[in-house]
């Protein structure tokens, strides 16, 4: 942090909040909010004058409240910039710290907090992580036991920059311990709390067990685990170098630990697995090595920032494995924990990787998006003609719809990342999606018709799952119908309503409605708008009277390949469960129902144009001119 | 040991036992052991977790012949303190009702009726825990076709709840724990210097 704030095109904002993020990739508007700090930054010299004189004294949060600090205080010896701070919540307004300042004049009640607005080309969040409080899991006694410890209390008591000067003790009569618990997984791998693991814990046990063996060679340490993880370079090795320094390891989860009374001596019981036989130890004090966990004003920090959260609550990002670093937003990176528990050397690996990122578009002058963005016909556009709408700025998960009633809405093309959600919902046909065109897709839908289609099989895939899943059986040669017919499209948000209906006026046997697992999407919540849509429209279908089956949604990762084929070839057994000549009358019988839905789909831009030549193909495919 | 998954394997049928659903779920960590009041006050060898493992591993015969599918109580301490939120005690009640199809018994005692005695006035069965006594019609020596009650010997926990409500003493446990056990404690702490 010095490091940085020494740097001249580094600036740090130390306690400033963001509050809130407009704009898009390489022109941001970032509102700040730049907390009072009621000292003068300009005339303050960290000469802790102001805290020697306040007589006021409250928990310091830094040493997990295990310390006192003043009103007047710095969070950290290594606070950067090193100016202090009055605690206004905890101000008696003395005015002591006043005087003691005297002729430096840095302490200034009158501030008051600073809203600032900056352009911003590129944002890196680096939120990090919170804590998980074990008090909650009462068998472990935290909070009623006080010898049983927090990871991070241990922390503070270790340090020789902590309340203790760096001398172990435990709390109940400040003498060192002689023997130490460390429990692994208190929180985590624990489908009450936290169904994850939290990654680097179990080294981190063992860093501390072996810190303290070195301080103190005759202390007797042991770690409970489940199992341990040491999967980076070295690590193993260092696992190694614990069990030669005698810590002990025990395979078990502790059930509880209880205390005599007077003594504050600790019992733990667990299953030593590797015995197979329940031990009972005493322990003088226990650490327990907590979840990491979300921060607790993460779900804010999503909204602030329009980034989307993974089932943890971590922030997600745009993919797992290919771009860990990217947010789903353009512009927006994530470096460290914010993103999901992870160590240091992972840290700086993406923080490093996430500030490359960003630097590639501070030294662009243009910047390339995704071609398929959506386009606007004004003319179409009934908010133009004063009506009042907004579907297609709700649709939009990105925000990238301006809609202003009386002026027909407008993409902002920089911020739009082509799901076409705003096209599968604009009822009057207003928006297209560049490449995916109801024309293009439209013309698809007519070829793959073309020959018996009430033989058919339909197949809506989003491009990145469910299509992906599709591969996926075709390379692990899982057998499915041959009469599937796939059809890509970005987003199950952009299966829009008509092209299902077109197809089944063309006589499709049947659709299938296809895409991500709600928590894959890769447009952020362009599955959910699909997902509503799609149970919308097979409730239509089944009022209708059509044969259960013929209309069917499935969410399919790119990973379910199985799951594709298994899916197909249920729809075929549907399919051949039907007598021919019924399910030719049922489309007959709904035909002109799906015709009444499709009144507006012909005068749609292009879609003319392109059905004379669709239809030039389709008579040619039906006369067996050109292959089917 | 057989590995192979199939549909009639051990580890498939305890799963398809309701209560035996999670079976797969188990990451061996040994709360459930630790926590278990059987396996403390009781049989030091009781081991839920050891059990799971073995109907993972289809071992069959070792999970019929282990004690922990005979003992459990389903007093369910453990299942709050599992953190795969496995419920265990559902689990050892589907190998024992496997085991209990099969026509294994339990090495332990059960509640045995006297049905020379038992008017099959119904209290016992309302009083089981277990719902492991009902009344049926059976043809008893010397009474004729009457209704007695009936102790279904795979269910029942030997917990003597229908022993203490029975008013002609026609039901009871004759091994452990019998009438006179109690008694004898009873007269043993009246006679101590406690009092």
């Not at chain 1, 920059?161 to 311990?177: C, E, Q």
């Not at chain 1, 009469?483 to 970005?490: A, I, K, Q």
């Not at chain 1, 006026?505 to 659709?511: F, P, S, Y």
């Not at chain 2, 939120?85 to 009640?93: D, K, P």
């Amino acid at each position: 942090m010095v490091d940085a704030a020494r740097q001249p095109l580094i600036e740090v904002k130390a306690y400033t909040e963001v509050e809130k993020v407009e704009g898009f990739v390489g022109n941001f508007k970032v509102t700040l909010r730049e907390k009072a700090k009621y000292v003068r930054a300009d005339r303050c010299n960290g000469c802790a004058a102001c805290a020697k004189a306040c007589p006021v004294e409250v928990p310091n949060y830094f040493e997990m409240n295990l310390a006192p600090r003043k009103a007047a205080y710095i969070p950290m010896s290594q606070s950067v910039p090193l100016i202090y701070n009055i605690d206004m919540d905890a101000c008696i307004h003395c005015y002591k710290c006043v005087e003691a300042c005297g002729a430096l004049e840095a302490i200034d009640f009158s501030i008051e907090d600073k809203i600032i607005e900056e352009d911003i080309g590129a944002i890196v969040v680096a939120t990090g992580f919170g804590h998980f409080d074990p008090t909650p899991m009462t068998e472990y006694g935290y909070g009623r036991f006080p010898n049983v410890i927090t990871a991070m209390e241990m922390e503070r008591l270790n340090n020789s920059a902590g309340p203790t000067r760096g001398s172990l003790m435990r709390p109940s009569d400040n003498k060192r311990p002689q023997r130490l618990a460390i429990i692994n997984c208190v929180g985590s791998r624990d489908k009450r709390y936290n169904t994850s693991c939290s990654n680097f814990c179990c080294m981190y046990a063992i860093k501390n067990a072996l810190l303290l063996k070195q301080m103190m060679p005759d202390m007797d340490i042991s770690i409970y685990y489940i199992d341990i993880r040491t999967p980076s370079k070295g690590y193993e090795e260092f696992y190694d170098r614990a069990r030669e320094a005698g810590i002990k390891f025990i395979q078990g989860r502790p059930a509880e630990i209880t205390e005599d009374p007077d003594t504050n001596q600790l019992f733990i019981k667990s299953e030593d697995i590797t015995l197979g036989r329940v031990v009972e130890h005493e322990y003088d004090m226990v650490m327990l090595n907590q979840a990491a966990i979300p921060q607790p004003d993460q779900n804010h920090m999503s909204s602030v920032l329009n980034v989307a959260q993974s089932p943890g609550g971590w922030f997600m990002e745009y993919h797992p494995k290919l771009r860990p670093m990217d947010s789903p937003t353009d512009g927006i990176f994530f470096a460290g924990a914010c993103q999901g528990p992870k160590d240091i050397p992972a840290s700086v690996a993406q923080g490093s990787a996430a500030a490359a990122r960003a630097s590639r578009i501070l030294h662009s002058k243009t910047w390339q998006i995704e071609p398929t963005v959506a386009v606007v016909w004004p003319d179409r556009c009934v908010s133009g003609k004063g009506q009042a709408c907004g579907i297609c700025e709700r649709a939009c998960p990105y925000g990238a719809i301006d809609y202003t009633k009386g002026i027909s809405a407008e993409v902002i093309t920089a911020k739009c990342h082509g799901c076409g959600a705003c096209v599968g919902e604009c009822p009057h046909d207003a928006i297209t999606q560049l490449h995916f065109t109801d024309a293009q897709v439209l013309s698809q839908i007519r070829t793959l018709l073309a020959v018996e289609p009430e033989k058919k099989i339909l197949a809506f895939r989003c491009q990145w799952c469910s299509y992906g899943g599709a591969d996926l059986a075709g390379t692990s040669h899982f057998e499915y119908s041959a009469n599937e017919r796939g059809l890509r499209v970005m987003c199950s948000a952009r299966m829009d309503a008509d092209l299902i209906y077109e197809a089944y006026r063309l006589g499709a046997g049947a659709i299938l409605y296809s895409g991500c697992h709600p928590q894959d999407c890769h447009y952020i919540t362009g599955q959910i708008a699909g997902a509503k849509r799609a149970a919308r429209l097979d409730k239509m279908f089944a009022r209708l009277g059509m044969s259960p089956g013929r209309f069917r949604i499935e969410w399919i990762s790119a990973a379910e390949g199985d799951k594709y084929a298994r899916v197909i070839n249920e729809m075929q057994a549907t399919l051949d469960a039907i007598p021919e000549n019924e399910l030719k009358a049922e489309i007959e019988r709904l035909k002109p129902e799906m015709e009444k839905k499709l009144t507006k789909l012909n005068d749609v831009p292009g879609v003319e144009e392109a059905m004379i030549q669709v239809d030039f193909i389709v008579s040619e495919m039906q006369n067996k001119a050109v292959p089917v | 040991m057989n590995h192979t998954v199939s549909a009639d394997s051990f580890a498939e049928q305890v799963k398809a036992i309701p209560g035996g659903e999670m079976l797969m779920m188990c990451f061996s960590c040994g709360t459930c052991t630790s926590k278990c009041m059987i396996q403390e006050k009781l049989e030091p060898n009781y081991n839920p977790r050891r059990l799971i493992r073995e109907a993972v591993f289809n071992l069959e015969e070792t999970a019929f012949s282990d004690k922990t599918t005979w003992l459990c109580t389903a007093c369910d301490l453990c299942y709050p303190a599992c953190p795969q939120e496995i419920h265990i005690s559902g689990v050892i009640t589907a190998v024992k009702q496997l085991a209990v199809a099969q026509g294994r018994q339990t090495p332990y005692q059960t509640a045995r009726v006297n049905e020379s005695t038992c008017v099959a006035c119904g209290l016992c069965v309302e009083v089981c825990p277990y719902e492991a006594i009902a009344l049926v019609e059976k043809k008893v020596p010397f009474r004729g076709l009457i209704s007695v009650a009936e102790v279904d010997p795979g269910k029942c926990m030997a917990c003597g709840m229908c022993s203490a409500a029975c008013r002609s003493t026609s039901i009871r446990l004759d091994q452990e724990f019998n009438d006179n056990h109690v008694l004898e404690n009873i007269w043993t702490w009246l006679e101590s210097e406690v009092f």
